[in-house]
């Protein structure tokens, strides 16, 4: 077998920290992580969730979905209805969430086609590089498509730049006349 450079993830022991510092950057990790266990418990399960923590600090921290009233309510008494008014900021808080859930997968997804597309120049890069000429053959048709697409854009771009320098060069010859 053979020889690891690291140890590899490593079980930490439990026990109290001691340096502030690390205790401090320790709390806010765990409390990020607990934040988002819960918003997953959230999204997976459409559960009411309330966390209040108190920092190293003595500062308090919370988190309630869909609102304080709403987990402090049901906390009291599991069987009783909540009120209009609550029940309405509590669905408001939920389809808020439900929202900003689904815009964030757009923008992941908008995100991974930014980045195939990206990986897809960086191709067509490095094609040109090798010779397009004699690699072209090893692109299919999607991929040709787009090289030629991007050819014309390059033309176009060229010739829109080579008219700005026939302009340019025209407009500050003197006129002699």
Known sequence: MVNKKTKGRQKIQMKKIEKK???????????????KKASELIAECGVDIGIVVSSPTGKPFSFFHPTEDAIIARFQNPDMQLSQTTGL??????????????????????????????????????TRESGWWESIEQLNVDEVTKFETWLKTVVFNMNNRLNQLEIGASSSTPNYF
Do not use: I, P, W
């Not at 690390?22 to 990790?29: E, G, I, M, P």
């Open 89 to 126: 900021v509590a669905a408001h808080a939920r389809n808020k969430v439900n929202y900003l859930n689904s815009r964030l997968e757009e923008l992941d997804t908008r995100e991974d086609a930014a980045t195939a597309q990206t990986r897809f120049y960086d191709k067509m890069t490095e």
């Open 21 to 35: 510092d690390d205790l401090f950057a320790t709390f806010s990790k765990r409390r990020a992580g607990l934040y």
